[in-house]
């Protein structure tokens, strides 16, 4: 769930309205789970924020893919980038995000990546047709969406037909439990590539007990489980999200040089965060029982 500021804007306008000419229109639409709203972002040109029944859902800037509003979609962006470039071939990258919203993090990748393949899994296939319409996403086979539920849908996968797997669904403030179980984690280690990557946005409390309960379930499945998020939530002093990095390649361990340059790079954006390697995230989650079907 992003942790985003909510900006006001005009919520009002016909349920069939389309954009013209690229031009996304403002206003309340239907969809399958309910209603979207599309609000401009008068702080920045071009910039468009999406509420999924009243909840923020995506930030768009019309022709600047590599605008990230949320905080924690950056750090997915840098967890990738460090892992592609230790570990996978840029050019030839098979990408499935499980969550769709306006396809911010599949726009990011597919301009960063211009050779990568992006799967977008959306459930609301009223809201993939109304994203689609109305945003400048880059067309199939560049970014694909495909309507369905993320775990029905990872389990039809083939095997080693992905590269990375990125998880953002949420219910509400809530991941659905079975895209959270040893299960599930089995499954996307299938259908990933030998020493692919599988990315999970947690949203967690104060006692982190999701995350302690995911990454002893993620443990059990890979070789290698880290994390990403900021001082505050690390410390458990508030809601917010953990990113989730696991994989049977290595992944950046405290004091190498690749651990501190991606720790540079989450450094220096608004939000600072830190990455915490393997031997972290075993102590973190010592004692927690993982989550099974």
């Known amino acids: 769930m992003p942790m985003a500021k909510k900006r006001k804007g005009g919520q009002t306008a016909g349920a069939a309205a389309s954009s013209a000419q690229g031009v996304p229109v403002a206003g ?9 709203e599309l609000i401009p972002d008068d702080s920045q040109a071009g910039a468009w924020l999406v509420l999924v029944n009243g909840v923020q859902s995506s930030h768009v800037v019309l022709g600047r893919p590599r605008e990230l509003a949320f905080e924690y979609m950056r750090w997915f962006a840098a967890g990738i980038e460090s892992f592609v470039g230790a570990h996978l071939d840029p050019a030839q990258l098979r990408i499935t995000h499980l969550g769709g919203g306006a396809c911010s993090m599949a726009r990011y990748l597919a301009d960063a990546y211009p050779g990568s393949r992006n799967t977008v899994v959306e459930l609301d296939g009223r809201l993939a ?29 083939v095997d080693g037909s992905r590269d990375v797997v990125i998880r953002d669904v949420f219910a509400e403030a809530v991941t659905p439990e079975p895209l959270t179980t040893v299960e599930f984690f089995a499954h996307v280690r299938r259908v990933l590539a030998p020493g692919g ?7 967690d409390g104060r006692e982190l007990a999701g995350a302690r309960a995911e990454i002893a379930g993620l443990r059990e499945v890979f070789a290698h489980v ?19 990095l696991a994989s049977d390649s290595p992944l950046p361990r405290a004091g190498d040089d690749d651990a501190a340059a991606l720790g540079r790079v989450l450094l220096g954006g608004a939000v600072p965060a830190h990455y915490k390697d393997e031997e972290w995230a075993r102590r973190l989650a010592l004692g927690a029982a993982p989550r099974r079907d």
């Open 226 to 244: 880290a994390c990403i998020a900021d001082p505050p939530m690390l410390k458990s002093r508030r809601y917010g999200n953990i990113v989730l």
């Open 129 to 157: 047709e109304l994203v689609r319409e109305q945003f400048d996403i880059p067309r199939a086979p560049r970014v694909k969406i495909r309507t369905g539920e993320a775990r029905a849908v990872t389990e039809g996968f």
């Open 197 to 203: 990557l599988y990315v999970a946005n947690c949203g």
């Open 28 to 36: 309340t639409y239907p969809i399958d789970t309910g209603t979207a």
